[in-house]
């Protein structure tokens, strides 16, 4: 019997995902929940074998909670959930310790197969993401030239830290109390400064080099 816990906030989406898993055969559902504020306690009290986890909710991100997750209970599996296939933040929520993700279009029976796969060993996933993974961990591996950054500064730093935990830019904007304007340009700065081209490669390289704390 697979153990599975839910962290959702749409309730019609929690509604639906909890009763697909509750009416089919090798799965019981453990708990349900609106965030994951209490995921470590939730962890603790229902030691789910797979959890299906939304990758943006109020209070802690996803992302967050799977590093957190992940650093007291590395047995878990972890399915993210998104609605679109967002590179960056799918990326990092890989990058903290997910499994693999589904995209909440997903049929039933898609999300049954991806329930059983990751708690098998498997890591559903699309070949996009798969591809950056795999370049991420070859890259940890391979002797590169060091290069020279220049410094990011306090609030470029805050601003990475934030991209790296998943928000949106108008999340990381209410965050560092600036406007999603000056996101932007900060995020610019941080791509100039770090040599990379995009969101992906610079939450790899944050992740790689340790740029900022998390």
Not at 7 to 30: A, H, V, Y
Not at 55 to 75: D, L
Request: hydrophobic share 45%; charged share 25%; aromatic share 6%.
């Amino acid at each position: 019997m697979i153990r599975v816990a839910l962290f959702e906030d749409i309730k019609e989406i929690r509604e639906l995902l909890s009763e697909t898993i509750e009416n089919s055969e090798g799965l019981l559902m453990t708990g349900a929940y609106a965030n994951a504020n209490d995921a470590l306690k939730v962890m603790k009290r229902d030691r789910p074998d797979v959890v299906l986890m939304d990758i943006q909710m109020p209070g802690i991100s996803g992302i967050e909670a799977v590093r957190t997750i992940k650093a007291s209970f590395p047995e878990i599996q972890i399915l993210m959930q998104t609605v679109f296939e967002d590179n960056a933040r799918i990326f990092a929520a890989i990058c903290a310790g997910a499994s693999g993700y589904i995209l909440k279009d997903a049929s039933p029976e898609r999300y049954l197969d991806a329930i059983i796969e990751v708690a098998q060993g498997g890591a559903p996933m699309s070949p996009v993401i798969a591809r950056k993974v795999l370049t991420m961990f070859q890259g940890q591996n391979t002797a590169a030239p060091k290069e020279e950054y220049h410094e990011l500064s306090p609030t470029e730093q805050k601003v990475l830290g934030c991209l790296v935990r998943g928000l949106s830019y108008k999340l990381i904007a209410d965050e560092c109390k600036i406007s999603i304007s000056t996101v932007n340009f900060h995020l610019k700065n941080i791509y100039r400064k770090l040599h990379v081209n995009s969101a992906t490669e610079a939450i790899s390289k944050a992740l790689r080099q340790q740029l900022t704390s998390l």
